[in-house]
């Protein structure tokens, strides 16, 4: 910081109750009066009258009265930059820098101390201060632009402002390499010492201290030169709402009107100076910045500003950057989910409208990856979210399934995330009545669970039983469908492969080692070999291996597993007729999940399934549907 020394004399100046006098063995013949304060002055015997041009005029338009009394109650920095002018003209000693040279400057400038009416006047030796010392300065520039803000209509005339602007300007573009000067620089992590070379954002926290008008006019100033790339604008903006932007984890004061819209105006002025490079800002700032917005009820423009450049960079956000309290007083939940179903929508709004067809084509068939990839990535985000909020034990139901329900079906590639905030929602909320738990499973899709997931759903007693029903029966058809597959290629294996006449050692030695009986068999089959002769007759006697075995989820169907460890169905439904179909009362029977799940669900509406075990159904069902004969030729 630059100082300048004017003067020789001591302080002279006292003070009683209102009145500041100047100790001398002249009696005093002006007074002077600023605001609460009177100063008892002298005319002509020190050089306070003959260096101000204002007070000569004011003095002799009073004629020759022995004590004259002057008004000064519209001078630039009141009574405090006067008594500087009149401490000059004194020849008492003053300090200026870059803190007092504003209202010094100005009020200098108000009486008129040019060097018109004195070589060596006041205002020459500010300029002369101003140009080779503060504007030459880093900080001492930032300082003399911020203390303008007390007089800017004044500094804006005199050009302080725009002349500190300038050199402030110049200096942010000087190349890192270059910066020879103080600058401050408070980032975690980093120390001068470990660190010689400059970082390119050394500037952002000096100027984070100005006022929001003169942040902006740097920040335009410095972005029109495009010399400078968008990211480190952002950083800038980023660092000064840290700065300036309140707590909104604690509620704002209601009746602070002028600190509430002293910050919608910094808002206001930072989200009109984010660079349109969509990298420019990363989401957690711009989130962050929406819910400050929201905290204080910004203008409807500025937050749908925020909403939109939020949701283009929506899938690179945390749970962290969504996670904020809600200051509704009708709202009694913790946190604010209203505004995360906002920024979602908008995300959709924007998603629909970049590439209808290219989000039609991942609706349909998953064929863009790109916008499946970024769909997925926010739906993982939200679900992640769902588990939070969850824990929240205010949170109702409602909210918490539109915002579950605003994802669409192609977000979530499985349901496990959604299953586990589910849960934690069930098990913080035991109170918690059987429509509300009904209204919130019914967003769970139990086919898209993880087997893992589905083990656990089965066993989770805060699920409505008609959830876990519908759990077994998904269980149930996937275990089907595998079976079928492998008995398909138990048969193609047939057909191709001869069987061995006898197990193999290795093979009789596997087969006892499992502990299991086996169950001889007198059935002959016929194998024929693809070159169609019948030399390959095979008589399966007490060498037949076969176990049969029924599923661990209770599925009766008669079946057996072949020596490869496939699932083999009896030989009598292996064996065709000659046109290619099984006899009549010999077809697989399958259960049908919808006549069990009817009768389950009527149970259930009746009361008499209360202490309904879903898995014996299924079991009884299976059981069944083996006694009735479906099978008909065609």
Known sequence: MKFMKIGTKPDTFCTEEATRTVISDVPSDLLIQINNISYLLHKLQFPLVPKCGLLQRLCSDSGDSEKVSIELHDIPGGEDAFELCAKFCYGITINLSAYNFVPAFCAAKFLRM??????????????????SCILEGWKD???????????????????????????IVEKILTPPAKV???????????????????????????????????????ITAVASTYMLPPQLIGEALHVYACRWLPDTTRPPPQTDEQFVEKNRRIVDTIVSMIPGD??????????????????????????????????????????NDLISPSHSPTDPEFYDIDLVVAVLQSFLVLWRRQSPAAASASESNGSSAQFLGTMRKVGKLIDSYLQVVA?????????????????????????????????????????LSKADKKRL??????QKLSPEVRAHAVKNERLPLRTVVQVLFFEQDRDRASNSKAAATHDHHHKHKRL????????????????????????????????????GKLKLGAADHHDKFTSSRGDHSTRRTNVAGQIDYPLHLQTKRSDGKFP???????????????????????????????????????????????????
């Open 114 to 131: 040019t060097e018109s009416l004195e070589k060596g006047n006041f205002v020459p030796k500010l300029e002369a201060f101003f140009n």
């Open 141 to 167: 520039s930032i300082t003399t632009l911020e203390t303008t803000v007390k007089l800017p209509e004044w500094s804006e005339n005199l050009g302080i402002i725009r002349k500190c602007i300038d050199s």
């Open 180 to 218: 020879s000067w103080s600058y401050t620089y408070t980032r975690p992590g980093y120390t001068k010492k470990q660190h010689h070379s400059v970082p390119k954002d050394w500037w952002t926290e000096d100027i984070s201290d100005l006022d929001v008008d003169l942040f902006r006019c740097i």
């Open 278 to 319: 969509k990298r420019a800002v990363c989401v957690g700032f711009l989130l962050r910045l929406l819910i400050v917005a929201n905290y204080l009820g910004v203008s409807p423009v500025t937050k749908t500003e925020l909403l939109r450049r939020s949701s283009l960079q929506l899938q690179e956000a945390t749970v």
């Open 391 to 431: 824990r929240d034990a205010n949170m109702p139901v409602s909210k918490l399934v539109s915002l579950a329900e605003a994802l669409p079906d192609i977000a979530r590639e499985d349901h496990d995330d959604i299953y586990k905030a589910i849960n934690i929602y069930l098990k913080e909320h035991g109170d």
């Open 441 to 446: 499973c019914r967003i769970l899709d139990c």
């Open 500 to 535: 061995p006449l006898m197990p193999s050692q290795s093979q009789s030695q596997e087969l006892f080692s499992t502990g299991k009986q086996t169950v001889p068999t007198s059935r002959e089959l016929d194998i024929h070999n693809g070159h169609g002769h019948g030399h």
């Open 584 to 634: 009549v009362g010999t077809e697989r029977k399958i259960v049908s999940s919808t006549e069990i799940q009817e009768q389950v669900e009527h149970q259930l509406e009746t009361g008499s399934g209360s202490k309904l075990d879903a898995k014996k159904m299924i079991q009884r069902g299976s059981r069944s549907d083996h006694g009735r004969d479906k099978g008909k030729d065609r």
